[in-house]
């Protein structure tokens, strides 16, 4: 962790889910439930939180901007000796992306249950009614809630079982590389230019962070596209249910920082690899792509 506290406007600079896990934290020091001078340890928080050391290591660098917590050289992050006994704002109020990353973060860890109604989450959510509508039309429009019969919503993707990602993963390294070792396979280069195009225009937006939804589509369009090219209506088929099985964990990923641009690169390098007629080069660049991506779906 730096040694030095955030700038006052630095708090911009830091993601939707850094900002959640210095609110939750910000609780547990007003509250009591973490007592003046208790170490915060990294690795417990990411523990407890269920995710990795680096946001855990950024949120605790705005507790320490704002007065909650202190760094000590050599030993770590404290909870400040007289916290204040009011919650500071931190990152100005809940915004509906904030509140849809709260639900999905909640959901996929097991502290939200599949079927809840409005009521409940506004309850459970520090949110006003019009930031949770925005964000539940938001989900709404991703396909991963709908409303229920009579009332209240619900989760349209179960819960990945524990292990069952990196098992994806894998399977879609046989799948995907394998369809590029198929008879009929072959790289049609208007579909390959379109690729191109795409991910080359989506590089190019450095105003404001792509939609979930967007990301998400131009990554099933690209792999299913490669699919197509084997010339196999059930590799094509097999891909397609891996992309939709993903969904839920493709839109976490989205709120924990700009991974789409690495993912695009290595889909450009792919894209490039087939345009030259190069397929074992492609299917070893498709390998190490789905590889880095797991190693990325790890940091959720």
């Not at 605790?60 to 006994?85: D, K």
């Amino acid at each position: 962790m730096s040694r030095s506290a955030a700038t006052p406007d630095a708090a911009e600079h830091f993601s939707p889910l850094q900002i959640d896990l210095a609110r939750r934290l910000t609780q547990q020091i007003v509250s009591g439930d973490l007592a003046p001078g208790r170490h915060l340890s990294e690795n417990s928080l990411a523990a407890e939180f269920q995710v990795s050391r680096t946001p855990v290591r950024r949120a605790l660098q705005l507790l320490v901007e704002h007065g909650l917590a202190e760094f000590r050289a050599q030993e770590g992050t404290f909870v400040a000796a007289a916290p204040p006994r009011v919650a500071p704002d931190i990152g100005g109020s809940m915004t509906s992306d904030e509140l849809c990353h709260r639900l999905l973060d909640d959901y996929a860890h097991g502290r939200l249950p599949s079927a809840w109604n409005e009521s409940e989450l506004l309850e459970r959510y520090d949110a006003p009614r019009s930031v949770l509508n925005k964000a539940l039309v938001s989900l709404a429009s991703d396909g991963l809630i709908e409303k229920r019969k009579g009332h209240g919503w619900r989760f349209l993707q179960p819960v990945s079982e524990p292990g069952t990602t990196e098992e994806s993963y894998r399977f879609r390294i046989i799948l995907e590389c394998g369809a590029m070792r198929e008879p009929g396979f072959r790289p049609d280069p208007a579909q390959l230019a379109r690729l191109r195009e795409t991910h080359e225009r989506l590089l190019a937006q450095t105003d404001a962070q792509p939609h979930a939804a967007e990301l998400f589509a131009v990554g099933t369009d690209f792999h299913e596209t490669i699919a197509s090219f084997s010339n196999n209506r059930f590799v094509l088929q097999a891909i397609q249910q891996q992309n939709q099985m993903r969904r839920l964990s493709e839109h976490l990923s989205h709120f924990n920082g700009p991974w789409h641009v690495p993912s695009c690169n290595e889909h450009l390098d792919i894209i490039a690899a087939l345009e030259e007629g190069d397929i074992d080069w492609a299917m070893a660049l498709m390998r190490r792509h789905l590889m880095q991506s797991l190693t990325r779906s790890a940091e959720i």
